[in-house]
């Protein structure tokens, strides 16, 4: 079941046990009628009023009976449960409608109701004809309220008897929502949304900024609590104090400000150990002569300003005479001010340190007034391009050599600068969205370290040399580093400061190459650099001789700092800005060609240059459009070239669609880690030329075999040579048509001569099988036999010539062969069908 649900149902069971209790009082009343209304705030959050919340009503009642000879006629009564110890009751001491005054009392009040007490009241002597009047009041909610309940109203007339008559009662039922140690403060109850306990401001606008929402957290809350404003909250003309140790914070972007038109009294003032964090403070439509003075604090606990914008008032931060407190103000952005950045009064006897802020923008001349060196040290802040510690600060402790030298980048999601105190030990963390690492190494202790963000892009962001933005190329944001205590790290421990550098891809493949991190043997090539005080220049942190190291794998260049002679050092972390940079060299280069050739479902792109002056490297992009949409493919093409000759190159695009027209060009980047964008080209992938499928058909080969008797020992051989008959199909996709090609190659025949024994049969013949080797056997020996002179002998009758056992075995070998031949062509012929 939900809270929600369960406070309407515990209201509505108190709602019937009261008017039961009520009956027997409610019988005596007369026809009148009577409405009591909440008027501020208009409406509760939906968790419920919170306890300590000022609730202001206005009831309206007729007049049935009185009379106006009496004085007083007229008694309202106000009762409140017992659990809501409601306080600070207050009234209008005059009727809305009769105009006549009010005095308090609760005379007539007795006896209160079972489980409720008179809250307060007031009596009247009202005029003849009065036939009924509104009468406005209001209360706190007590600290320890936390039950629903009702207001109760009832309103006593004196009839011509002179007897107290009840002739009106009126009920407003309300939730409550307890006390919190992190209660919420806005300026309505959408804002308020599900936060709870959440106030909101009130009618009043009394002293100490009663009738504020803020007031009432301030007042109701546990100490400490931390307060928090949601969104943009109004207060009012009269100064809010801060008289107990809470926190105030802003959500996100919370803003204090101001509406009205009297602009005489400070916004806060601050009496007691408070810390303001988180905060926009400005004055609102005060301007001119008439601004409001922001902050002021008269205090004998430390008080704590962080990461707070304090806008456009009068002096934004003032010491009182009698404040005796410690103030410390860091990381905040204090600007448009037409008074002072931070004043201190000279009867101030508190302490002002002031660090990590922008303090610049405010009236002419100096920004800060400490009246004397012993109450205010304001070393490490900003104080305007150029400007000196003097020229920024007067009768303070302060020196040049500690100065930022340019703006502290302003967080982008809510009040104050990116300036961030952070404790160094042995484990590596990151801080700024993992754009900065660091650790310790060593013996000693952990110390404390702070970190400024200067970001990148333009002139203003380069600290002290604004003028040199030229010079290099920044590749990660420009940071200031220092020591937070003033004591220099103990026993051998070094600080390990590891500096990111993935602001673009041109950047991570310039400081890659073998120009820089490319190469291991000369670590002052490694473009890490740091402001050597000095010498008022900016060097790398290898050629001072600190360990500096390229870590590709995190994308992050690290230095080792320590106390010994290497610089920098600590003793360098007074004012110590760093950056990772590229020298701005010249860039030459000729792109002689550049093409793309279509494949299927893919296209091989050459560029060929005469000329590579300070490149680093290509990277190809893509598009299907010819002006925008170009992503890069792959990683970096590394240079070929030199300075004095170019290369030639080849990249496979792979995974296009065909019939697609493709648009490429080259991002060329440049050891100054800036690319440049080449000319486009554009090619269109199409399927590749199919490759033909034979199909063979071969003719039936039939020996023919002839006989010959010819003188011995020569023999004749017969040779048959065959042909295949092929149909070739290409059937490749469209737009081509299918095409049959079909080749027909007859069977022929040799006559072989063998020569026969008389007296002895004919040979048989077997066919050799027609291959490679059976057909070089027969060629080889048909040429010897072709070769060789034949000797003539007598032909004896055919009824004695013996046969000749040779001459059989070569008749044999020879129909192998044939046989064999044509038992391959067939083979073939089925194979490729």
């Avoid at 007729?62 to 000879?69: A, G, K, R, S, V």
């Amino acid at each position: 079941m939900s809270t929600s649900l369960i406070r309407t149902l515990a209201l509505a069971v108190f709602l019937f046990g009261l008017l039961v209790a009520f009956a027997g009082r409610a019988s005596a009343l007369q026809s009148a009628t009577t409405g009591l209304d909440l008027v501020s705030p208009a409406a509760c959050p939906s968790s419920g009023c919170a306890a300590g919340q000022r609730l202001d009503f206005a009831v309206n009642f007729n007049l049935t009976q009185i009379d106006p000879n009496r004085s007083p006629n007229v008694q309202v009564c106000v009762f409140a449960p017992v659990n809501w110890s409601a306080e600070k009751f207050n009234f209008v001491p005059q009727g809305t409608v009769t105009t006549r005054p009010y005095t308090f009392s609760i005379s007539q009040c007795n006896p209160a109701p079972n489980g409720y007490y008179p809250t307060g009241g007031a009596v009247a002597s009202l005029p003849a004809g009065s036939f009924g009047d509104e009468f406005s009041f209001s209360f706190r909610l007590g600290t320890t309220a936390t039950d629903p309940g009702a207001v109760l109203v009832e309103i006593f007339e004196k009839d011509l008897t002179g007897t107290w008559v009840s002739t009106n009662q009126s009920l407003k039922a309300l939730t409550v929502a307890a006390r919190s140690a992190k209660p919420f403060v806005a300026n309505d109850t959408a804002t308020c949304a599900t936060n709870s306990p959440c106030y909101i401001n009130s009618l009043a606008d009394l002293a100490s900024g009663i009738g504020t929402g803020l007031k009432d957290a301030i007042d109701a809350s546990p100490t400490p609590a931390t307060l928090t404003i949601i969104g943009t909250y109004t207060i009012k003309q009269n100064t809010v104090e801060m008289n107990q140790p809470h926190i105030l914070q802003g959500n996100g972007a919370a803003r204090i400000t101001y509406s009205g038109s009297t602009c005489t009294q400070p916004m806060l003032k601050i009496t007691a150990g408070v810390v303001l964090e988180g905060l926009s403070i400005d004055d609102g439509s005060c301007s001119g002569s008439a601004n409001r003075d922001l902050v002021v604090i008269e205090s004998s606990a430390d008080v704590r300003i962080e990461r707070s914008d304090l806008l456009n008032g009068n002096h934004a931060l003032q010491a009182l005479a009698g404040n005796t407190a410690a103030i410390s103000l860091s990381s905040s952005h204090i600007f448009g001010n037409a008074g002072y950045a931070i004043l201190l009064d000279s009867a101030n006897t508190g302490v002002l340190n002031a660090y990590a802020n922008n303090l610049a923008g405010n009236r002419a001349g100096v920004q800060v007034e400490c009246h004397g060196a012993a109450k205010g040290t304001v070393d490490h802040n900003f104080w305007g391009a150029g400007l000196l510690v003097a020229q920024g600060a007067s009768h303070c402790t302060a020196v040049d050599p500690k100065r930022l030298g340019a703006p502290i980048l302003h967080n982008s999601l809510g009040p104050g600068t990116q300036a961030l105190p952070v404790t160094v030990g042995q484990t590596t963390h990151y801080a700024f969205n993992n754009a900065i690492g660091f650790q310790r190494t060593g013996t000693g202790s952990d110390f404390g370290l702070m970190i400024v963000n200067h970001g990148q892009g333009g002139a203003t962001n380069v600290p002290f040399t604004p003028g040199q933005l030229g010079d290099f190329n920044a590749c990660s944001n420009y940071w200031d580093v220092f020591l937070t205590d003033a004591t220099l790290p103990t026993g051998d421990a070094t600080l390990e400061l590891l500096f990111k550098y993935y602001l673009s891809s041109a950047c991570i493949a310039a400081i890659e190459s073998p120009q820089f991190c490319g190469q291991i043997s000369n670590i002052s090539a490694y473009p890490l650099w740091w402001y050597d005080l000095s010498a008022g220049d900016w060097k790398t942190t290898g050629s001072g001789g600190s360990p500096t190291y390229c870590r590709p794998g995190n994308q992050e260049l690290q230095v080792s700092i320590s106390g010994g002679s290497n610089r920098p050092a600590f003793g360098d972390l007074a004012r110590q800005p760093f950056v990772v940079g590229l020298p701005n060299q010249p860039v030459d280069y000729n792109l002689s060609i550049f093409t793309a050739q279509p494949g299927d479902t893919k296209a091989t792109i050459d560029w060929t240059t005469t000329r590579e002056v300070s490149l680093a490297g290509f990277y190809i992009q893509r598009s299907t459009t010819a002006t925008t949409g170009f992503a890069t493919l792959g990683t970096l093409v590394p240079r070929k070239g030199t300075n004095g000759g170019g290369a030639s190159y080849q990249y496979a695009a792979t995974g296009l669609t065909n019939n697609t027209p493709y648009y490429f060009r080259l991002l060329i980047v440049g050891l100054d880690g800036r690319s440049r964008e080449s000319t486009i080209t554009n090619v269109t992938p199409f399927p590749s030329t199919p490759t033909p499928t034979s199909t063979r058909t071969v003719a039936p080969i039939v020996p023919t075999l002839t006989y010959t008797n010819t003188l011995r020992p020569t023999s004749t051989y017969t040779f048959y040579t065959n042909t295949a008959t092929r149909t070739k199909t290409l059937t490749p996709t469209t737009p081509f048509q299918t095409v049959t090609i079909t080749r027909t190659i007859t069977a022929t025949s040799l006559t072989r001569s063998v020569t026969s024994t008389p007296g002895l049969e004919s040979p048989t013949i077997t066919l050799e099988a027609s291959t490679a080797l059976a057909e070089t056997r027969a060629a080889r020996t048909a040429i010897a036999l072709l070769s060789a002179t034949p000797t003539p002998t007598p032909t004896p009758p055919e009824s004695e010539r013996p046969t000749n056992p040779l001459t059989i075995v070569m008749a044999v070998l020879a129909l192998t062969a044939l046989g064999g031949g044509a038992f391959f062509l067939i083979r073939e012929q089925r194979l490729s069908s």
